[in-house]
């Protein structure tokens, strides 16, 4: 029952009282928000009344009018600040955002102030997943080798953040081996309601997250809204800043009928991936509505709302239901919590109890029934092909690399390997991994019980293919375990090689050195296959060409071909012991196979046993005790893990016109914050490794880019060095090269970069479209920072990295449409004056001008991509850290 707050109305909020078993709750009620904004505002979509809940709580009145006024249209050019309720980090955008924050505690000295007054005002969360590499798989002790290297490398790292976790309050850290920041919220962290204890009163809010991932969106299918930010935003966030965001177009997306029988989730999230593209949802929010919900589990739900940024979206939600409450239920959320959430929902009108129709921008409709079995790739998540068009058009890749059926034998001592050969398309990596999948259980299973049938039959995978299974969590071993699949996975090489992001972030690890070598040699092109979402050039592994993405029975079967070039769903994976052909057909588990074994075995006990010590870690970690004590961090010189930024020591904001810069990089289209800031292995001979060479690190301790994101030193010569990237200045080139003009020399883009900051010469990077599109990576923001980038002109960006752009004091621009690089005939040799006006506004037309080398001008009116007033702030002080360092100086922190 409710009754009403004799606060009610104090400030212009609707306070309401919420009783609820003998406790008394405080709330701000959306009903009586909505209750004289007409008809249409009560048909609000789901993710916008939890925006105006946001921005009511905050006391912005005339932020919710805007979002009430949304109904009209079902659209709006507002912007309303947004607070999350708690933030998410994982430790490779986690560890530069806590090296950011002890800067800050040392900035705050220096301006006289108390360092300690730095501290997250929020719950902040890290989850410590993204550093453990597959360097040992096919072997029973796979696990507790990679663990070990893992420590070995990490030490430093690790170390770092138990001081974090002591020097900050509202900082937690969930150690190593736990699982998937994404898997570990969904399954463990996520309260779906928030409880703040505030002079004696609780109040009751939606659970909105922040996330330093870009997957972060895969908590909406709990019905939790939540996004990736970069981290620069994220820290600002966490400081108390309200994050201005400009009122989305929400797209519907009516989900009816049931999927045939074969068809998992990952298939339908790559047909949803596909189509999304096709109709342009790049900075709006999805959500779902439609029959299908009242069967569609919150595991197919996640599943779905993970890939949100390989759609394009801000985020893909999911009203939380009775289903939801079944899963908190499941996975340990305790009973009183679980009522008391769906009495708040239900109070609020924010519990999905029918087939409601909310008011949409655009409404798009998919029927489950009509999904086949899918597969991406081979270099965008976007390229889907249904499973029988994948030989095909695998084919014509190889085609068009001018790779043939001649095969090549794996020169080998090896005695597994002997009279083994190698193939163009052929399979030398199979991964299952990757938080969009590794949290599903029925496709898990469904993976397991193709294992056991295909181990059944006497088939086998090839030695020369690597292969590894990374559950999500524990809490997935043990429902394994408990169906008896463990032994089936580990019959056919899937061992299981560690907790965390492995294969899908680039931490494959080394091929075996016969099959690199055979492969480099031959320069042929072959494949992986992985459970992931990810699949971009060079991010899998620098030998795979081809990557392709489906689910965890797919990439199974796909390692049981041994070949992308072979259709599976008319050809034999292989042959029996009897020489009989076996078909995937054949060895494909049941839907009710599937469902039985889930019901016996994904049970409230498993995910209590995988997360009863999940806090406290391995030996490893206890082992590091309660790292360096003290208010600030003591700083190592010699470190060549962590070191102090510069960001507030040299911030420097964009306060008038850009004259005479020269073009460090001239790009195509789909250039991804992989391509600008690689996350995996530091090439042998490119500045970084030079870097950490003339440091005393050798080859074999260089780790990766991913985990030396603490220190800028190596991250700055790491940027544009993905071995895939290709600048247009050097046609036919590939791999971080430019050329320094006047005098034209080629050499690394670093390298350019430091010669033009000694000559003083300021710098652009033209693009294509689809700029920075990937994973919210703020070092892709960074380190352009870093190289005297002062602004990045392109066709468009994608959401997360042009306010990353911004968050860094980088002007993001657009050229006119119908204007590009090739339009204007650019070749780099230009220099660009970009005429900035004393007053900047957001979205406003600026002029460019290049001038090509005979003095010849072409000038366009671009468009800057700035679109809040904080934003326009952030650029004019040098970046996001530096305007709330001086905010909190001058005690305005946080509210």
């Known amino acids: 029952m409710t009754g009403t707050d004799r606060t009610a109305g104090q400030g212009g909020i609707p306070w309401q009282r919420l009783e609820h078993e003998g406790q008394s709750y405080r709330y701000v009620s959306l009903p009586q928000a909505l209750a004289g904004a007409g008809e249409k505002a009560q048909r609000l979509p789901y993710v916008l009344k939890i925006v105006l809940e946001n921005v009511l709580r905050q006391g912005q009145h005339d932020a919710g009018a805007l979002v009430t006024g949304w109904a009209e249209t079902c659209h709006a050019e507002g912007e309303i600040p947004f607070r999350p309720a708690r933030i998410l980090m994982q430790d490779f955008t986690g560890v530069p955002a806590v090296v950011d924050l002890a800067a800050m505690r040392d900035g705050m000295k220096r301006l006289g102030g108390d360092p300690e007054e730095v501290n997250p005002f929020i719950p902040v969360d890290l989850v410590i997943d993204h550093s453990v590499t597959v360097d040992v798989a096919g072997q029973k002790d796979a696990l507790e080798q990679n663990v070990a290297h893992e420590f070995s490398r990490n030490r430093e790292r690790y170390s770092f953040l138990r001081w974090g976790q002591q020097a900050f309050d509202n900082f937690r850290v969930i150690p190593p081996e736990a699982g998937i920041c994404h898997q570990v919220n969904l399954e463990y962290l996520a309260p779906l309601v928030m409880r703040k204890e505030e002079e004696g009163v609780t109040t009751l ?80 929010f999805v959500e779902f509505f439609g029959p299908a919900l009242d069967h569609l589990p919150v595991a197919d739900r996640a599943t779905i709302a993970n890939m949100a940024p390989e759609y394009g979206a801000t985020c893909g939600y999911f009203p939380p239901d009775a289903l939801a409450m079944d899963y908190l239920t499941l996975t340990g959320r305790s009973p009183d919590h679980v009522r008391l959430v769906e009495a708040y929902l239900r109070q609020q009108g924010l519990f999905r109890e029918g087939n409601e129709t909310p008011l949409f921008t655009t409404v798009l409709r998919l029927d489950l029934g009509t999904v086949k079995p899918s597969v991406a790739g081979p270099k965008t998540p976007s390229q889907r092909h249904d499973l029988p068009a994948v030989a095909e058009t695998s084919r014509a890749a190889l085609a068009a690399e001018g790779q043939g059926d001649v095969r090549f034998p794996i020169c080998t001592k090896d005695a597994a390997l002997a009279g083994e050969s190698l193939g163009a398309g052929d399979v030398v990596l199979a991964a299952i991994t990757s938080c969009t999948n590794t949290s599903n259980p029925a496709a898990m299973l469904t993976a397991g019980l193709l294992a056991r049938k295909a181990r059944q039959r006497g088939l086998k995978v090839a030695r020369r293919i690597k292969t590894s299974l990374a559950p999500g969590s524990q809490a997935v071993t043990r429902y394994l375990e408990r169906a008896g699949l463990l032994e089936d996975f580990s019959a056919l090489g899937f061992e299981i090689v560690g907790y965390g992001c492995t294969t899908c972030i680039g931490n494959s690890g080394p091929l075996q050195a016969d099959i ?71 060895i494909w588990p049941g839907g009710d196979e599937v469902a039985n074994l889930m019901a016996q075995s994904v049970v409230a006990e498993a995910f209590a046993r995988g997360y009863a010590t999940v806090e406290q870690g391995p030996a490893q970690w206890q082992a590091l005790g309660d790292g360096k004590a003290g208010a600030t961090f003591a700083w190592d010189g010699s470190s060549t893990y962590i070191q102090s930024p510069p960001w507030l020591e ?18 195509g289209d789909n250039i991804t914050t992989d391509h600008i800031s690689p996350a995996g292995t530091i090439a042998i001979g490119s500045p970084a490794a030079r870097y950490l060479e003339e440091h005393g690190v050798s080859p074999a301790q260089f780790n990766s880019y991913g985990s030396r994101r603490g220190n800028d030193r190596v991250m700055a010569r790491g940027t544009f060095a993905n071995i895939r990237i290709r600048n247009e200045m050097i046609p036919g080139s590939e791999g971080g090269v430019t050329r320094h003009w006047p005098d034209g020399e080629e050499g690394a883009i670093f390298d ?122 952030y650029v004019a002080q040098g970046g996001i850290l530096p305007y709330v360092l001086q905010r909190i100086a001058d005690g305005g922190s946080v509210r």
């Open 650 to 667: 040299e911030a420097a904001g964009v306060t008038g016109p850009i004259r005479k810069a020269r073009i460090l990089a001239l790009f």
């Open 205 to 284: 809010f939606p659970d909105t997250v922040f996330g330093t991932d870009s997957h972060t969106t895969m908590i909406n299918g709990l019905g939790v809204l939540g996004w990736g930010v970069g981290g620069i935003e994220a820290e600002a966030a966490a400081l108390g800043e309200a994050i201005a965001m400009r009122l989305p177009d929400v797209v519907g997306v009516y989900l009816e009928g049931r999927s045939a029988p074969g068809v998992t989730a990952t298939d339908i999230v790559l047909t949803l991936t596909e189509q999304l593209r096709a109709e342009g949802v790049v900075g709006k």
């Open 516 to 586: 690199a070598r055979t492969i480099t040699e031959h320069d042929l092109t072959v494949a992986a296959v992985l459970s992931g979402n990810r699949n971009f050039e060079g991010r899998v592994s620098p030998h795979t060409k081809l990557n392709y993405i489906t689910s965890p029975p797919l990439v199974m079967a796909y390692a049981l071909a041994g070949t992308v070039t072979r259709n599976l769903a008319v050809e034999p994976l292989g042959h029996d012991e009897a020489g009989q052909p076996v078909m995937l057909a054949d």
């Open 752 to 873: 350019a970069a430091a010669r033009y900051q000694q000559e003083q010469v300021p710098l652009v990077v033209v693009a294509g479209r689809n700029y920075g599109m990937g994973s919210s990576r703020d070092w892709a923001a960074k380190g352009p920072r870093l190289l005297g980038v002062k602004a990045v002109i392109a066709e468009d960006f994608e959401r997360i990295h042009r306010a990353n752009l911004a968050g860094m004091g980088v002007l993001p621009l657009t050229f006119p449409k119908g204007v590009t690089r090739q339009t204007l005939g650019l070749t780099g040799q230009e220099e660009v004056s970009i005429d900035l006006p004393a007053r900047l506004e957001p979205r406003q037309p600026v002029r460019v001008c290049f001038t090509a080398p005979d003095g010849m001008e072409q000038v366009v009116q671009a468009t800057l991509q700035l679109e809040t007033e904080a934003e326009l702030a």
